[in-house]
């Protein structure tokens, strides 16, 4: 029992390390905060489609991520609070593949832009807001996730062995 929470802390931990460096590097590029954002990290929100372990390592991945990157509070909060629902709704939707990125575009497209408007003062409206981070969220989650996902279900019983 304690060999299987120490590899399982260790994959959240490796996910956290991950979703982090890829939202670096999405900063690099101007990507990975404002009113478009295409992060790079997001991708890794279909993760809990193979492990429980995606949703602390995302969750704290994220609030990591938005501290390094210069977030506000709010956002780190509530940017934070929409991955951990996003991984959250992917796990329990395993079950159906074609819906783990649904979860993280939804709750991002939906979270995201008021604290966008109310803690950045974004002068854009809402449905302006809803639609950027949305198109960000299908480029990142969807398609990328989309990819990352086919591409480690081949081998997922051998990365994620033992780790539910």
């Known amino acids: 029992m304690k060999k299987q929470s120490t590899v399982y802390m260790a994959h959240g931990a490796l996910i956290a390390s991950m979703y982090v ?7 690099v ?3 990975s905060n404002g009113v478009i954002q ?4 997001e991708a890794l929100t279909i993760l809990p489609y193979f492990t429980s372990a995606a949703i602390p390592g995302l969750f704290v991945g994220c609030i990591i991520a938005n501290i390094i990157t210069g977030c506000a509070l709010w956002d780190v909060i509530f940017g934070s609070i929409a991955t951990l629902l996003g991984a959250i709704f992917t796990y329990l939707l395993r079950k159906y593949k074609w819906l783990s990125p649904v979860p993280p575009i939804f709750f991002n ?3 995201v832009p008021f604290v966008l408007r109310y803690t950045y003062g974004a002068p854009d409206s809402l449905p302006y807001l809803m639609t ?3 198109i960000g969220e299908v480029l990142s ?3 990328l996730g989309m990819i ?3 591409s480690l279900n ?3 019983k051998y990365i994620f062995k033992n780790i539910h």
């Open 21 to 27: 460096a890829l939202t670096l590097l999405a900063n």
């Open 29 to 31: 590029f101007g990507l």
């Open 38 to 41: 295409v992060r790079f990290s």
């Open 109 to 111: 497209t939906l979270i």
């Open 132 to 134: 950027t981070v949305g």
């Open 141 to 143: 989650a969807g398609v």
């Open 148 to 150: 990352l996902l086919f």
């Open 154 to 156: 081949k081998y997922s």
